[in-house]
């Protein structure tokens, strides 16, 4: 698979119908590239919305397949005719009880069909949807609540009913309380019911009352520091994202594999990655399926069910897999077999690419014929793992360790790094499909423009840029200025243009030495590496940078395993342990190589515990809340320094 791939990719970079699309502009200032351009390949609506895709879809190819629901163990296939029917009894529903043009309707719930029902059925009645991470806390939700103004909120299960029920009770006396419905006690079935005396006529007026800029969506940042803010997005911003997403992509894709192209959507749909990419599908006609779990033990049945031609995840995903199979290896006695495997892979996997990119010789015949032994014995065995038939993925959310990326593309699973904001309506930046660069998140999606600001921070301009916060001008006004979104994070542009992200502006730690350090660079390497799970890099104001370190369980129960430890061993016991303290030290050292010695972590200490939604220190897009981290451990980080 991966020969015929690569070899497909040079062909048709070869023949240029395909490579020579997209020409980006490269602006130099002093020698330095400061900004980079690329045109649309889709051009701007000038009328519609996104509403209308199930409709344009059900009359121009009823009989194709929008979505394979699951249904007990299989997934059944839906036609675009039948999407578009369910969208409009559902969409009947919503003005049967009273949304009026431009309500708003919160949806709560993991990543399922019935989500997808509900956005186009707001869409198609004229509203706007909420989403709600199905993690939220009556209190956050009270809030979006409250903020938005929302008329009605659909749940997904009793929990979730018990949470929203909490939140609208805590809602001021003088605003009005959401109407609720719960997906598993027939939500869609009780609005269907509630709609049949409306005519489809009233939703295909609805439908053409709305133009590109009618708000789509607010969606609310998760939020590290603060409450989060309502992100307003129109229909032009989610068309301009999931036009040009699919134009740039999908003729590659199909090109090159031969395949119709299809994915298995896991990512949160209140995430505007997720839901982007639903909407690029459905109007790509692509085909989709749902999986309500990113837990690689939940998600590896659905992917070898379903069995995708792409995947769209996070860096965390492709480390679990890749850590996986290391555990896997090391379970059978095979431990030093898939260190050499990957060692082969991370070679193999840059000359390959080198050869191709014109940069170098490719592999050695030594190094060929590592490959394919390891293919059998290993990269076969992660391509199964996700599903068989895949080629691609897509990665986004924090930068994905380049020696990961390269791992996969030796296994014949090409990774393209984007980069993008909920203001940005998900993806700014992409890597070109017959272009990778590992170890940057690519260039300008088509139709956005990508600068490096005086002081590092990237600024972003394009059809995908939101219009405002909502209710909240003065934070609009601080990131707004004209025609650039100023994003808060710091990067540079190579000589092609390709983004690599460096930090976050607010993270910047300064020693006592006036020496600057961005810690994202340093986390993500170590987040690479077992048995790490989450950690933060500190040293505001101190002699050195120290890191807390917390152990990923699955990966700790594995080291323990092998080394024939009880599970139950007390954290203090593991906390001074040799071995273990060994392996943390290699992961810090691998960190350190991406550093100058100055910005190197000196010291570590392993904290007790995981950073997770519950208690405070992830948001829902598992992002750190490092002020919380910081005071949550702050006896730690005083042990770190030795105070």
């Known amino acids: 698979m991966y020969a015929r791939v690569l070899q497909d990719m040079r062909r048709a970079k070869k023949r240029g119908d395909l490579s020579t699309r997209v020409r980006p502009e490269v602006i130099r200032e002093n020698g330095v590239v400061r900004e980079v351009r690329v045109p649309p390949l889709v051009a701007p609506p000038t009328s519609g919305s996104i509403a209308d895709i199930p409709f344009t879809n059900a009359a121009e190819a009823p009989g194709s397949v929008a979505v394979r629901r699951k249904v007990g163990d299989r997934y059944v296939p839906v036609t675009a005719v039948a999407f578009a029917r369910e969208v409009t009894d559902v969409a009947k529903g919503l003005i049967a009880a009273g949304l009026v043009p431009g309500g708003r309707v919160a949806v709560m719930a993991r990543t399922c069909y019935e989500w997808a ?91 053409a009352a709305m133009d590109p800029g009618t708000i789509a969506t ?92 792409f995947l769209v995840g996070v860096p965390s995903l492709f480390e679990k897999i890749h850590d996986t199979g290391r555990a896997t290896a090391e379970k059978i006695g095979r431990g030093s077999s898939f260190e050499r495997a990957d060692r082969i892979a991370v070679k193999y996997g840059e000359a390959a690419l080198n050869k191709y990119l014109g940069k170098g010789p490719g592999p050695s015949l030594g190094l060929a014929a590592a490959r394919l032994l390891y293919d059998l014995l290993v990269y076969r065995r992660i391509r199964a793992a996700l599903g068989g038939r895949m080629s691609y993925a897509i990665s986004g959310g924090s930068p994905l360790d380049t020696r990961l990326n390269l791992f996969f593309f030796a296994c014949g699973i090409i990774i393209y790094e984007g980069y993008g904001l909920t203001e940005t309506t998900a ?30 921070e990237v600024l972003i301009k394009g059809g ?149 939604e519950e208690n405070g220190l992830l948001t829902p897009s598992l992002k750190v809340k490092r002020k919380a981290v910081t005071e949550a451990y702050a006896k730690d980080i005083e042990e770190l320094y030795g105070s």
């Open 117 to 207: 029902v509900l956005d186009f059925a707001i869409w198609a009645a004229g509203g706007q949807t909420v989403p709600i991470y199905a993690t939220s806390s009556a209190e956050q939700i009270e809030w979006i609540l409250r903020d938005s103004g929302t008329a009605f909120i659909v749940v997904e299960n009793a929990d979730h009913a018990a949470t929203a029920d909490t939140a609208i009770s805590a809602l001021p006396a003088e605003l009005p309380r959401p109407r609720l419905w719960q997906i598993d006690d027939g939500a869609l079935a009780q609005l269907t019911a509630l709609g049949r005396d409306v005519a489809d006529a009233e939703v295909t007026e609805r439908r």
């Open 218 to 309: 607010l969606v609310y940042t998760s939020g590290t520091t603060g409450r989060p803010k309502g992100c307003v997005l129109t229909h032009a911003n989610l068309h301009a994202e999931s036009a040009n997403v699919v134009e740039l992509l999908k003729p590659v894709f199909e090109e090159v594999t031969k395949q119709t192209a299809s994915t298995l959507l896991f990512l949160p749909l209140a995430h505007i990655l997720g839901r982007t990419i639903q909407i690029a599908c459905l109007a790509g006609r692509i085909e989709i399926g749902h999986c309500p779990s990113i837990k690689p033990d939940e998600l590896r049945p659905e992917l070898a069910a379903f069995k995708p031609t």
């Open 427 to 456: 993806a700014a930046t992409l890597i070109p499909p017959l272009t990778p660069r590992p170890g940057t998140v690519g260039q300008p999606l088509p139709g956005m423009a990508i600068r490096i600001g005086d002081d590092g």
């Open 464 to 612: 995908t840029v939101f219009t405002s916060y909502w209710n909240n001008p003065a934070a609009t006004a601080g990131t707004l200025d004209g025609e650039w979104f100023a994003t808060g994070d710091l990067g540079t542009l190579d000589d092609d243009g390709y983004l690599k992200i460096t930090g976050r502006k607010k993270d910047i730690i300064i020693t006592n030495g006036g020496k600057n350090v961005s810690p994202a660079v340093l986390e993500d390497r170590l987040r690479s590496r077992p048995p790490i799970g989450q950690c933060v890099v500190v040293g505001d104001q101190r002699a050195y940078i120290g890191a807390l370190i917390t152990l990923e369980q699955d990966a700790l129960e594995h080291w323990l395993a092998v080394r024939k430890r009880p599970r139950d061993t007390p954290f203090e016991e593991l906390k001074h342990d040799k071995d273990l303290l060994a392996d943390v030290q290699r992961a810090v050292d691998y960190a350190n190589e991406a550093v100058s010695r100055a910005e190197s972590i000196r010291k570590f200490i392993l904290v007790e515990g995981e950073f997770t």
